[in-house]
């Protein structure tokens, strides 16, 4: 294990890394809140200011998945969308199977500079977490009880505010509503049997009222649905502890870019086109269990700098009172105090044999070969392109995957 690794197990790393976190957040927080007088005065302004803090602090976490575990999201789109992404609004339609989802999804919005604006519909319980909840109230998250008749009015109040949103924003929906386990798959399989829809093998059945709502009423505002598929290699199944540990795991994340004007209007028209959409990725998650792939080349947009300069600065910043208190401590001269202080830092969860990386169900017998280097990956025998925003894979000869699933929304759904 090289030293760089041993590091990143160490307790102490740890709780600088949380320590750094907690107190930016709080610092944000706190400078979010001195924001208030200006939104009766210049509300846009507000909204800006707000947006640069969040992404202070959120990019933290991508800074953590991207630097620090070294994981880094390969995205699966068609060059024809992608030059779309980061310029316009879209909703988000995201799977949720793993704990680390929406970091993964703030790598993408990093990557097309929409993290300090992206949103997500969320339980309420969220809005309370101390740092992340309380930033995402000046971030004017949708927050839902999950009554629909409690919900409904300052669910649509909510998204008519973001009608004039001065930022481009994603607006991320996970519309099976929590995430996925056996139990909840088995007993929503039992609603769709009774409903008579397909039944869905790696996705439960979405709950549709908050995406018809959401569509309806951001319609003139946003320009597309965003379908996004993420799973991971080797059948990883990735923990936030993992991430913190310095664990590097390999997500794969597919985006469709669907015109909004192909969404149906009529409730009923849009509960089943929805119900379709999830078929189709389920049929994407199927053929990955297989083959390791989902359709579409693969692009790799340029990782900018920036969260990681704001990491840096922020843990510099931070480390100094730090730094100060060490001094202090060891001037007192205290032998009890430096002891117990040196037994603290070294203890902890980290210093002990490092955890293996859980798996689901263990290697498929199907499963693809190793993919370390991206890309290209072994059966892309695609040509590349070097674009200012990073490398496109012009064609994608793997293997003849998902061909037929090559346009983003284009397949019939
Ligand atoms: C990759 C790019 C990412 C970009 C990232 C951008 C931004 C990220 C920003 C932040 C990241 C933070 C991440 C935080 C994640 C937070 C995750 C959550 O909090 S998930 C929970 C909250 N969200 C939701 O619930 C959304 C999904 N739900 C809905 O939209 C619902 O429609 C609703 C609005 C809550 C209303 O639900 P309700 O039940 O009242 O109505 P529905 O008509 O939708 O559903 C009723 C209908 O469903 C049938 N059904 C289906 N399954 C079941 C089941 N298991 N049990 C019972 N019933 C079920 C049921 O039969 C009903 O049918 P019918 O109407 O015919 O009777
Ligand atoms: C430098 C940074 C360091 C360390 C900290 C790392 C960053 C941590 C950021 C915390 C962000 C918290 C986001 C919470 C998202 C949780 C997703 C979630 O909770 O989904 C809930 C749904 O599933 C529904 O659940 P159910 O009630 O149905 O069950």
Redesign the pocket.
């Known amino acids: 294990m090289g030293l760089v690794q041993w590091l990143k197990g160490q307790f102490l790393c740890q709780l600088i890394i949380c320590y750094g976190f907690l107190v930016s957040g709080l610092l944000v927080n706190l400078l979010q809140i001195c924001t208030l007088p200006l939104w009766p005065i210049n509300k846009q302004l507000a909204r800006r200011i707000n947006c640069k803090l969040g992404y202070s602090l959120?990019s933290q976490s991508v800074a953590l998945l991207e630097w620090w575990s070294g994981t880094e999201v390969t995205f699966y789109t068609d060059p024809a969308d992608y030059q779309f992404y980061g310029k316009e609004n879209a909703i988000?339609v995201?799977n949720?199977n793993f704990e680390i989802?929406?970091l993964?999804?703030?790598a993408?919005?990093d990557r097309f500079g929409?993290l300090g604006a992206?949103?997500?519909?969320?339980?309420k319980?969220?809005s309370y977490l101390p740092v992340i909840g309380w930033m995402?109230y000046f971030l004017e998250?949708v927050f839902?009880k999950?009554?629909?008749e409690e919900?409904k009015r300052s669910?649509v109040q909510s998204l008519q505010n973001l009608r004039d949103y001065p930022e481009n924003f994603?607006?991320?929906?996970?519309?099976?509503?929590?995430?996925f386990t056996e139990e909840?798959h088995q007993?929503?399989m039992?609603?769709?049997e009774?409903?008579g829809l397909p039944k869905l093998k790696h996705h439960?059945?979405?709950?549709?009222?908050?995406?018809?709502?959401?569509v309806q009423n951001l319609r003139g505002t946003v320009a597309a649905v965003?379908c996004?598929t993420?799973n991971f290699r080797n059948n990883e199944t990735p923990t936030l502890l993992g991430v913190i540990n310095g664990k590097k795991y390999h997500p794969d994340?597919y985006?469709r870019r669907i015109p909004l004007e192909s969404v149906p209007e009529d409730e009923a028209e849009c509960?089943s086109w929805l119900h379709k959409l999830y078929q189709e990725k389920d049929q994407f998650q199927e053929d990955y269990s297989h083959t390791g792939y989902f359709p579409g080349p693969i692009v790799t947009p340029l990782r900018g700098p920036w969260a990681l300069i704001n990491w840096i600065g922020w843990t510099c910043l931070l480390l100094y009172p730090l730094y100060l208190l060490l001094v202090q401590l060891v001037l007192s001269g205290s032998i009890l105090t430096i002891l117990a202080t040196v037994a603290f830092c070294s203890a902890g969860p980290g210093t002990g044999p490092r955890r293996q990386v859980g798996t689901r169900g263990g290697p498929c017998p199907t499963a693809p070969p190793k993919r370390p280097g991206l890309p290209p990956a072994p059966g892309h025998r695609g040509r590349y392109r070097r674009t200012g925003g990073g490398t496109v894979l012009l064609d994608n000869e793997r293997n003849g995957v998902g061909k037929s699933a090559n346009k983003c929304g284009t397949r019939p759904v």
Not at 170 to 179: A, M, S
Not at 204 to 214: D, E, Y
């Open positions: 959120t988000i995201l949720h989802d929406f993964c999804g703030w993408f919005c929409v992206s949103k997500c519909l969320a339980k319980e969220l995402w998250m839902i999950r009554k629909w919900d669910f994603w607006f991320l929906l996970h519309c099976e509503g929590t995430r909840k007993i929503s039992e609603v769709a009774k409903k439960l059945l979405p709950r549709t009222k908050g995406f018809w709502v959401a965003y996004c993420l994340l985006i509960s």
